[in-house]
C-alpha cells in the first residue's frame, strides 16, 4: 500500500503545487472584461495561463498572456451559449461538475493543511536530521593504466618500482580512455567499478599502487590511489526542492489515513473492491 499510496501522494503534490505555486492570492481580485454583463476576473485569467499547452511557455510573457486571455474569453463565450442550449443541466455534466469540484477542494485543503505551513526551516531541519543519520560513505581517488596482457602490467609496475612516474607511464603506455589524462578516473564510491578493480583500489593505502596485476574483463591493471575521504554530504540548495517534496508527499499521506480514520468509505462493487485491494491492501492484512 505504501508504495502505491507514495506514487499517488507524488503525482497530487506536483499537481497541487503547480496549481497554486504559479500565483499568489491577491488581495483584490480585479475585473478585466465582461461577457453577456458578467465579469471576468484577474484570478481566471491567472487559472487559464497555468492551463496553457506547454508549448506556449517559450512564448513571451506578453503573448502568453494574450494567448490565455483569448482562450478564456473564448471558454467563456461558448459556456454561455452551452447555458442556453440546456447543456449545464445534464446528468452526467452535473456528476462532471461535482467531480471538478471535489477535486478543486481537495488541492484546496491539501494547500491550506500544507503546503502553505510548510517553512523553509522544516525543510532544512529535516536536511540536518538526512545528514545526521546517513554514515558517510568512503570514496577514493586513483588512477589506473590498463594493459592487453599480465606480461605488459608486470613490465609497468617494474617500471614504476624503477621509480618512473605513474602519470607518465599511463600516457605512454594505457590502453583505456583515461590514458592521456593519465589514467585520471578521479573520486568514486563501492559499487562504482567492477568488483575486481574496486577490492584492490579499496585495500590500497594512500599513495599506493598495486603490486601484482588485477585482471577484470576490461584488461589487466595497475592501480594507485591518490586520496581517500569520506563522501561529503550534498549541499542543502542541491536538495531543497526534493526534501520539500518528501515533506509534502508524508503530510499528504497523513492527511489521508486521518480522513479514512474518521470517514467509511465502502466500494460497493466487488470487483472493483478486489481491484483496490491489489493495489492497497487493507491495512490489518
Not at 501522494?9 to 475585473?31: I, M, N, P, R, W
Not at 612516474?165 to 590502453?175: G, Q, V, W
Not at 562504482?192 to 576490461?218: C, D, N, S
Request: hydrophobic share 40%; aromatic share 8%.
Amino acid at each position: 500500500m505504501q508504495v502505491t499510496l507514495q506514487l499517488r501522494a507524488s503525482l497530487v503534490v506536483l499537481a497541487v503545487c503547480l496549481s497554486f505555486g504559479a500565483y499568489a492570492q491577491d488581495t483584490e481580485d480585479k475585473v478585466i472584461a465582461t461577457i453577456g454583463g458578467k465579469p471576468v476576473y484577474q484570478s481566471e485569467l491567472t487559472f487559464a495561463e497555468t492551463d496553457l499547452d506547454p508549448q506556449f511557455s517559450r512564448l513571451p510573457a506578453d503573448q502568453r498572456t494574450a494567448a490565455a486571455l483569448s482562450a478564456l474569453l473564448d471558454i467563456k463565450l461558448i459556456a454561455l451559449q452551452a447555458e442556453k442550449a440546456g447543456l449545464g443541466k445534464d446528468e452526467m455534466f452535473q456528476r462532471r461538475l461535482e467531480f471538478l469540484k471535489d477535486r478543486a477542494l481537495h488541492n484546496e485543503y491539501f494547500r491550506a493543511k500544507v503546503v502553505d505551513g510548510l517553512t523553509e526551516e522544516a525543510v532544512k531541519d529535516r536536511y540536518e536530521k538526512e545528514v545526521a543519520a546517513t554514515p558517510p560513505e568512503q570514496e577514493v581517488k586513483a588512477r589506473h593504466i590498463l594493459v592487453d596482457s599480465e606480461e605488459q602490467a608486470k613490465a609497468v609496475i617494474a617500471e614504476l618500482e624503477a621509480g618512473k612516474d605513474f602519470i607518465e607511464l599511463a600516457k605512454e603506455k594505457s590502453t583505456g580512455p583515461s590514458g592521456p589524462q593519465g589514467g585520471d578516473l578521479g573520486y568514486f564510491t563501492r559499487g562504482r567499478m567492477v568488483p575486481e578493480f574496486e577490492e584492490a583500489a579499496f585495500a590500497l593505502e594512500t599513495g599506493g599502487y598495486t603490486k601484482e596485476p588485477v585482471k577484470t574483463q576490461f584488461g589487466w591493471h595497475v592501480i594507485k590511489v591518490e586520496d581517500k575521504r569520506d563522501t561529503p554530504p550534498p549541499q542543502f540548495a542541491q536538495v531543497a526542492d526534493q526534501i520539500r517534496r518528501v515533506l509534502l508527499q508524508e503530510q499528504y499521506l497523513a492527511l489521508i489515513q486521518e480522513a479514512r480514520a474518521a470517514i467509511d468509505v465502502e466500494v460497493t462493487d466487488k470487483n472493483l473492491q478486489d481491484l483496490l485491494n491489489a493495489v492497497n491492501p487493507p491495512a490489518n492484512q
